[in-house]
């Protein structure tokens, strides 16, 4: 199943109410839902359990981009939801649980959601449900009618938000670093990389007698990435024993960008302590990348 998915922060409630009223939509009431995340190899996956409605188990993939952008979905019917919520913790780790009251209007073939989130606020999300040639002029029109400005667009999910991502990282760095492999330098790493569905991968630095075979912190994160079948990140966190804030080497920064974005975050600094937070084409301006093999 396919949808065509937009949000947006909601600054006056009151406001976009009037204008889905306006709007003709059909209301649809307010359903109370909790969203369980696991970390997922591919995609994301959630626990969906609503008050008056069956649970639902659901697979999704969704590009994050402030656009308009197709989700393709699989939903399962949740038998047992606090058993395979169990299940799945064990197996897979929980990632982070999103709480949410959703006012629902139907207009056309799309779903206009106003949210209210715990412990983010007021968003308003419009989903096109199985989107053709139409949904373009559908969403634009929609985006005019309730008074959606570039300013207010998001480009990533509830859980994204709510998701400790810098201290989570830093953690998971710390604890990589503290196994690091360092007789020589005595100059211990450790770094940790978030993929898209949630997961951390981390990594410690690798010595060698023969220094030019050691491996950095970064190599071994994206090493274990790569190894649970993932092929993109969406934060960095790196971590130094005798260091405040240590960068990546260049050599290491070309590895995070061949899976990141300009814009993937990346902290420095330790656990507990605001990080030094930068990009990676901060780090990198200019980098080499995919585009230029094409050229």
């Not at 990140?233 to 590895?255: D, F, K, N, S, Y």
């Amino acid at each position: 199943m396919v949808n065509s998915e937009l949000k947006a922060t909601d600054p006056d409630r009151a406001a976009t109410a009037a204008r889905v009223a306006a709007l003709g939509a059909t209301d649809q009431g307010v359903l109370v839902q909790r969203d369980t995340y696991f970390a997922a190899r591919h995609g994301r996956l959630k626990l969906r359990e609503q008050e008056d409605s069956a649970a639902e188990l659901i697979a999704y993939r969704r590009g994050d981009t402030v656009q308009a952008a197709e989700s393709d979905y699989l939903l399962v019917p949740a038998i047992d939801p606090a058993g395979l919520a169990q299940a799945l913790d064990r197996s897979l780790g929980t990632v982070v649980v999103v709480a949410k009251r959703r006012h629902l209007f139907l207009w056309e073939n799309a779903r206009i959601h106003l949210d209210d989130v715990d412990g983010l606020g007021a968003f308003i999300e419009i989903e096109i449900v199985e989107p053709d040639d139409r949904a373009p002029g559908q969403m634009a029109r929609l985006r005019e009618a309730l008074g959606i400005e570039d300013s207010a667009l998001v480009a990533v999910g509830y859980s994204d938000l709510l998701l400790d991502g810098a201290q989570a990282l830093l953690r998971a760095a710390d604890a990589a670093m503290r196994n690091a492999y360092a007789p020589y330098s005595s100059f211990k790493v450790g770094a940790a990389v978030r993929a898209p569905g949630g997961a951390i991968y981390s990594g410690a630095n690798v010595e060698n007698v023969a220094f030019p075979q050691g491996a950095c912190a970064e190599a071994a994160a994206l090493g274990a990435l790569i190894t649970a079948g993932e092929t993109a990140i969406t934060a960095v966190a790196v971590v130094a024993e005798r260091l405040e804030h240590c960068p990546p080497c260049g050599g290491c920064r070309q590895r995070l960008a061949e899976f990141g974005e300009p814009g993937t975050p990346v902290h420095l600094g330790r656990p507990g302590h605001e990080p030094q937070t930068t990009t990676l084409a901060e780090l990198l301006p200019g980098a080499f990348a995919r585009g230029a093999l094409d050229e």
